[in-house]
């Protein structure tokens, strides 16, 4: 116990100290000529995606971003604009972008085939929100007559609609794949009065309830299962980002504020996204490792001088984050790296943390 006591003091020095850890630096990706900018996805060779205003500040169009190339405009299907939610590692990006009717079509992104639309379910609009290693897509798509929408699943040319919670209402939509295969999102019950998060597997779709609120949504899904979504809490005055696995869903608290919202979660279990600070006074990126939630503004090196990181949208199996923040006045997108040896460690230390958060609170107390 004395040997995990120690080890679980050195990982809390390293994981929430201001003044002893330093742990990232930060990059600013900048904008397509516009005053806003937001990264939205990094996979593991490096590549971001995002969307920014362009020139005129009038409209945004979907980016991706290389350390060598910069940024470069995607375009879109012939409408006013585009955005990027998703890419995998082997660089198929997809998203979202109006057609010449400025219709929202889901699309997929190669630098060798283009912007392609991926059609709907009968409706005029859908949505792409993630892909997987292998190319398969969710989101959703509009049916046709009703205006409906329904989770979707794409994969070798054909769209599949996942239908909704069973016994439930009109609306469902993916927002994860995992490697295996795994979806997950949110639908409405009967009623169509709350939303309720599911995992969609063999052909079925389950419910995974809440916190104790109302409504509740999956956001996203690693490839050993875990689940990371967003739930009201009992009593509906808040909504808190929480983790999922083995049938238990785990209340990840906040930054001291009221609510907090994940965004994503790596393979190795760190979650990212966005939390009210004390008092509510602003919204904060945070990352939480091993069930501690750490302000990122906290553990930024001398290259985050003026920066406000504001929400972190994806975390990738290096330890990179994207996300968004102000800097001089505007929004603009961020990378943060992580000193190697550092995130080394952080990721050595996940199970560890696990189990001593379990029998105390070694890293102070979290907010609720």
């Not at 397509?32 to 945004?60: C, K, P, Q």
């Not at 689940?227 to 906040?254: E, K, P, Q, R, W």
């Amino acid at each position: 116990m004395k040997a995990i006591a120690a080890l679980s003091a050195l990982i809390c020095l390293t994981l929430v100290s201001p003044i002893n850890a330093q742990l990232y630096s930060v990059t600013d990706l900048g904008t397509l000529g516009g005053n806003f900018s937001a990264a939205t996805s990094i996979n593991d060779v490096g590549t971001i995606v995002g969307y920014s205003y362009i020139t005129g500040n009038s409209t945004y169009h979907a980016f991706s971003y290389t350390s060598a190339g910069g940024m470069v405009d995607l375009g879109t299907l012939g409408g006013t604009f585009s955005n990027v939610n998703n890419l995998n590692n082997a660089g198929t990006i997809i998203g979202d972008a109006a057609d010449p009717s400025n219709n929202i079509r889901a699309f997929s992104y190669t630098t060798a085939g283009g912007m392609i639309d991926l059609g709907t379910l009968g409706g005029t609009s859908a949505d792409a929100n993630s892909i997987n290693s292998s190319g398969t897509i969710v989101g959703d798509s509009q049916l046709l007559g009703n205006g409906a929408f329904h989770a979707m699943s794409y994969s070798g040319g054909l769209m599949t609609d996942l239908g909704t919670l069973s016994g439930g209402g009109t609306l469902s939509v993916a927002f994860d794949v995992n490697d295996p295969g795994t979806i997950v999102g949110r639908a409405y019950l009967a009623g169509n009065a709350t939303w309720h998060g599911f995992i969609y597997s063999g052909g079925v779709m389950s419910d995974i309830g809440t916190l104790g609120g109302t409504d509740s949504d999956a956001v996203i899904i690693n490839s050993s299962g875990t689940i990371a979504g967003n739930s009201n809490i009992t009593g509906d005055g808040a909504s808190h980002a929480f983790t999922y696995s083995g049938g238990v869903m785990t209340d990840l608290g906040t930054l001291g504020g009221t609510n907090s919202a994940v965004n994503d979660m790596n393979d190795a279990g760190a979650v990212v996204g966005n939390a009210d600070t004390t008092g509510n006074a602003s919204n904060h990126a945070f990352l939480d490792v091993g069930g501690v939630m750490i302000d990122l503004n906290t553990v930024l090196d001398s290259s985050g001088a003026g920066w406000v990181l504001q929400n972190a949208f994806e975390v990738n199996d290096l330890g990179q984050i994207v996300g968004q923040g102000t800097i001089n006045g505007q929004t603009h997108a961020f990378l943060l790296t992580p000193e190697p040896s550092t995130w080394a460690m952080m990721v050595a230390g996940l199970g560890l943390m696990g189990v001593v958060l379990r029998r105390q609170k070694p890293c102070g107390e979290r907010g609720v």
